[in-house]
């Protein structure tokens, strides 16, 4: 918290209704991304050992959408409320830096994500190729080169402020009207980080398209192992879709405002504007778990048997081992342990025991034949038929 002077530095511009609205909203968000990224990378740590190359991007994303909820929303949500920013400079500072990194690094990634899923259907010589070690490359690469223009900023290459509604922080976008350098990092970052990726992302589906389309008969004739992965990289090119559509359409209404308030009068913009995009924009941190979770068959596999799993030790506890296993080595070793030996061989003599009706012992039944009379705590009279006359009398 900052002192009293470093609270009055930033003041809403908007009503205490909307201020309402978008504390409202962003703790909606804050939970569902909380709970979806937190099972997204559950579920993956739980089929580490089977993640496909693609899927590595699927997992960053999620830590991005999670770093952004966790650095973000505890700062944004009470300030909202309290119709205020609650906090001071450096803390705005490092609210604007992390909204950069993040953002920046879910678009990146997405973009990257685009092209190993066109590598893989066009070119699918060199997809074949594409290795876990290539991804891990890749997401190290996507971090650093979204670390560039997030830390820029704090090297005077641009500037962080108040949002121009006045609960949260983010780049100076009035500043490019009066600073060269300022101009140039405003530049770059369209070009760069928001430009160049949306025109990558357009033109890896698009070439993913035609080429579906051209060997989709083909694809349909013949089932073998290479069709089953071609369906698989189709599925993840699907959901990849899905996202980025997500992703951008939560973050475009932003974009448009910042350009208009960076190359036009920044006066003319209404603060409402910004608070608006502003919750559009953060939206996009619940896609990605909601689309791969609810549609991707294997995340969505492995979150149903753990939940199942999970819910079976908390009503009924761990099963017996009897229980589960009642014609296997544990209930031939109580066989064996349980016999009563008189001088007569052990195959000879064998206690047969039953919740209901006690243990009764018999002699000339060998422990495999004892052992499928154990099917059940009661006898039916077929089975009983089945013994001699002598045995039956253990038994009736």
């Not at 890749?138 to 820029?152: H, P, Q």
């Not at 101009?183 to 357009?202: G, K, N």
């Not at 579906?212 to 993840?236: C, D, E, M, Y």
């Not at 030790?313 to 080595?329: A, H, L, M, T, V």
């Amino acid at each position: 918290m900052g002192n009293a002077s470093d609270t009055t530095l930033f003041v809403s511009t908007i009503s205490k209704e909307l201020d309402l609205l978008m504390g409202t909203f962003y703790s909606i968000f804050c939970v569902l991304s909380l709970l979806g990224n937190g099972i997204l990378l559950l579920v993956a740590y739980r089929k580490r050992l089977s993640l496909k190359p693609a899927e590595f991007f699927i997992i960053n994303l999620s830590i991005s959408d999670l770093g952004m909820t966790l650095s973000l929303f505890p700062l944004a949500i009470p300030s909202a409320f309290a119709h205020k920013w609650l906090f001071d400079e450096i803390t705005c500072q490092f609210y604007a830096m992390c909204g950069v990194l993040f953002g920046l690094c879910s678009l990146t990634n997405l973009t990257a994500l685009s092209c190993i899923c066109c590598l893989k259907v066009c070119f699918s010589n060199y997809g074949n190729k594409f290795s876990s070690s290539h991804a891990c490359f890749l997401v190290v690469a996507v971090w650093c080169y979204a670390s560039v223009f997030a830390i820029g900023p704090l090297a005077h290459w641009g500037h962080y402020r108040a949002e121009p509604y006045g609960t949260a922080c983010c780049i100076d976008w009035n500043v490019p009207n009066y600073e060269l350098s300022a101009l140039s990092y405003i530049v770059c970052l369209f070009l760069f980080c928001y430009a160049l990726p949306c025109t990558v992302i357009f033109l890896s589906y698009t070439f993913i398209l035609l080429t579906v389309r051209g060997s989709h008969q083909a694809v349909q004739q013949h089932v073998s192992p290479q069709t089953k992965t071609t369906n698989a990289h189709a599925l993840i090119v699907k959901l990849s879709v899905a996202v980025c559509i997500g992703f951008l359409g939560a973050w475009s209404p932003y974009a448009i405002v910042a350009m208009w308030a960076a190359f036009g009068d920044a006066t003319l913009v209404p603060p409402t504007a910004f608070a608006l995009a502003a919750i559009f924009a953060k939206s996009s941190t619940i896609y990605n778990p909601m689309v791969y979770l609810l549609c991707k068959p294997n995340f969505r596999k492995c979150l149903c048997r753990d939940t199942s799993t999970f819910r079976n030790r908390i009503c009924r506890g761990s099963p017996r081992p009897e229980q589960k296993d009642p014609f296997g080595s544990t209930s031939q070793r109580n066989i064996k342990d349980m016999s009563v030996s008189n001088g007569q061989p052990e195959s000879h003599r064998a206690c047969l025991h039953s919740a209901k009706d006690g243990a009764h012992c018999h002699t000339g039944t060998t422990p495999q034949r004892t052992a499928r009379i154990l099917s059940g705590s009661t006898y039916s009279n077929a089975t009983v038929s089945q013994l001699s006359a002598k045995q039956q009398a253990h038994f009736l």
